[in-house]
């Protein structure tokens, strides 16, 4: 057994035994999995900013830099998106936050994650350095729109 399994298996049996911290480790294995998924989802993002910068260059060798415009300005908010996704709040709540976060609420943050998962799976098989620049704007868009959706589950509104 390695030191990390035996390291878990002592904190799970604390957290058996002391109350209230059982709930509280199971919402911080919830935050660290949570993190996970939007880290994948950012990386696979990474993925299209290649494309782009790869597009960019082949029209920078093309000698026609009309188009060059278009590509920063669908890069910037591809950025914003992946900066929205990284640091996009936690779908829990924790031990002394005063806000509690539902049950109900919790399981609609996971649907929308699942939703941006699906979503950036689907943006990276249909995304390669032939795609048009209106199509990849309006995958971000929908990417944005999911990601709002996310943040307004969780303030509630």
């Not at 494309?51 to 082949?58: Q, T």
Request: charged residues 40%; negative net charge; proline residues 1%.
């Amino acid at each position: 057994m390695s030191l990390e399994e035996s390291l878990s298996e002592w904190v799970d049996d604390i957290a058996k035994r002391i109350p209230g911290f059982g709930g509280y480790y199971k919402k911080e294995k919830r935050r660290e999995n949570d993190q996970r998924l939007r880290e994948r989802i950012f990386h696979k993002l990474n993925d299209i900013q290649d494309i782009l910068n790869e597009k960019g260059r082949i029209i920078t060798k093309s000698g026609d830099l009309s188009p060059l415009d278009g590509i920063e300005q669908i890069r910037k908010r591809l950025e914003k998106l992946m900066d929205g996704i990284r640091y996009a709040e936690y779908g829990y709540s924790g031990f002394f936050d005063e806000k509690e976060i539902s049950m109900d609420t919790l399981r609609s943050v996971y649907k929308v994650d699942l939703e941006l998962l699906h979503w950036v799976k689907d943006f990276i098989s249909c995304t390669d350095i032939d795609s048009e620049l209106d199509d990849v704007n309006d995958y971000i868009e929908n990417g944005l729109k999911l990601l709002k959706k996310r943040s307004e589950i969780i303030e509630g509104v």
